[in-house]
Each structure stands twice: as structure tokens, then as C-alpha cells.
T-cell receptor, first 113, second 114 residues
Framework: DQQVKQNSPSLSVQEGRISILNCDYTNSMFDYFLWYKKYPAEGPTFLISISSIKDKNEDGRFTVFLNKSAKHLSLHIVPSQPGDSAVYFCAADDGGTASKLTFGTGTRLQVTL | EAGVTQFPSHSVIEKGQTVTLRCDPISGHDNLYWYRRVMGKEIKFLLHFVKESKQDESGMPNNRFLAERTGGTYSTLKVQPAELEDSGVYFC????????????FGPGTRLTVT
């Protein structure tokens, strides 16, 4: 069973516009959420995170929103740039001692000129 | 600061053979993780070391997989004997003791079992 779901395998956005990537989760024990960005032939790179006690975290062009009641989070990128084209993974942790991350399947974002 | 390194970057072996993957974490990172991504699916947790001790190996698929972390530094993941379904990209990640969530990933080892 997939506890973290990214239902959109791909997304295409024009440069300068907003990119919105969505993620849903089923495990109510998750209390920390992260977004990773991955380029081909590279490992995932940490982008931004949010604790379950918050509903928003912002870092430059990147903002993550968390809706605990809906078990939904989203990543907003404004404005989108061609260099943002990558696969974005949503990940979650249940706060246990292991800090093992549960990942979604990823969304491929393409930012077009 | 050097990042997480993994060796080899790509390995092609036949079913039944043995392969050993190596990960060198960022210096000073006590936490070391192994993950695997199969066929473009989600990245799945395999196990977690704190220094040289296995903290959690609940994600290891079966006893054909053996992970070690010598002296709390580099780690190896051995697959013996390899099966077709073991093909995928194996990622290693590390993090500091005080920031376990901030995991830095290596570039991965692409394993192809034929």
C-alpha cells in the first residue's frame, strides 16, 4: 500500500508561471514532510520541508502548504524557471527514531520557454 | 564539503551473481540510509545505520541483502545471489545526528540484473 501518493506523473508549466505539485498521504502518524528534487543521473536533493505543526513554509520561490485534515500537501514554485525542470518527490516521516522517509512516485515538471 | 559518493555508478550482472555496492557518507554524518527505486516507482527505504549499528532494517527485501557499515564510516550493500527483481537504482543518504530529516543523497548505483 502506498502511503504517499503523487497522482500526477507529469506537469508542464510555462516559464514565469506558477507550478503546483500535489501530494496526498494516508498515514496519520506522519508528522514531517519534505520535497526533494531530482535531476537525471543524480540523487534527490532536499528542497523544502514542513512540520505538521505548521501549515505553510516558504523559502524563496518555493512554498509548501500542508492541510492535515485533508492529508494533503502541495509545493508551489513561483515564478517557474527552466532550471526547475526535474522530478519532484514528496516524502514523509512518522517521527520515529529511524527517520526513514516514505516517498511518493514523483512528478516530472517541465518548465517551457 | 564532499557529498555522498556511491560506487559503482552502474553495475550489470547476471542472475545468481553477487554484487557489492559501496557508499561513502558525508564526513561526520552518523546516520546512513539505503533506499531503492525500482522501475520508476517510489523510492523505498531499505535500512538505517546510526554509526556502525543497524537502527532499522525493516525495508530489506529478504536475506539475500546484507548491509554493513564498517567503523561507522562507509557502508556496503551486498546482494547475493542477485535476482531479476533486484534491478533498480540504489541510493545512499546520510544525515547529521541532530538533523535526521535532512538527508543528503548520493547519485545512486544503477543495478541491472540480466
Amino acid at each position: 500500500d502506498q502511503q504517499v501518493k503523487q497522482n500526477s506523473p507529469s506537469l508542464s508549466v510555462q516559464e514565469g508561471r506558477i507550478s503546483i505539485l500535489n501530494c496526498d498521504y494516508t498515514n496519520s502518524m506522519f508528522d514531517y514532510f519534505l520535497w526533494y528534487k531530482k535531476y537525471p543521473a543524480e540523487g534527490p536533493t532536499f528542497l523544502i520541508s514542513i512540520s505538521s505543526i505548521k501549515d505553510k513554509n516558504e523559502d524563496g520561490r518555493f512554498t509548501v502548504f500542508l492541510n492535515k485534515s485533508a492529508k494533503h500537501l502541495s509545493l508551489h514554485i513561483v515564478p517557474s524557471q527552466p532550471g526547475d525542470s526535474a522530478v519532484y518527490f514528496c516524502a514523509a516521516d512518522d517521527g520515529g527514531t529511524a527517520s526513514k522517509l516514505t516517498f511518493g512516485t514523483g512528478t516530472r515538471l517541465q518548465v517551457t520557454l | 564539503e564532499a557529498g555522498v559518493t556511491q560506487f559503482p555508478s552502474h553495475s550489470v550482472i547476471e542472475k545468481g551473481q553477487t554484487v557489492t555496492l559501496r557508499c561513502d557518507p558525508i564526513s561526520g554524518h552518523d546516520n546512513l540510509y539505503w533506499y531503492r527505486r525500482v522501475m520508476g516507482k517510489e523510492i523505498k527505504f531499505l535500512l538505517h545505520f546510526v554509526k556502525e549499528s543497524k537502527q532499522d532494517e525493516s525495508g530489506m527485501p529478504n536475506n539475500r541483502f546484507l548491509a554493513e557499515r564498517t567503523g561507522g564510516t562507509y557502508s556496503t550493500l551486498k546482494v547475493q545471489p542477485a535476482e531479476l527483481e533486484d534491478s533498480g537504482v540504489y541510493f545512499c543518504a546520510s544525515s547529521r545526528r541532530g538533523a535526521p530529516y535532512e538527508q543528503y543523497f548520493g547519485p545512486g548505483t544503477r543495478l541491472t540484473v540480466t
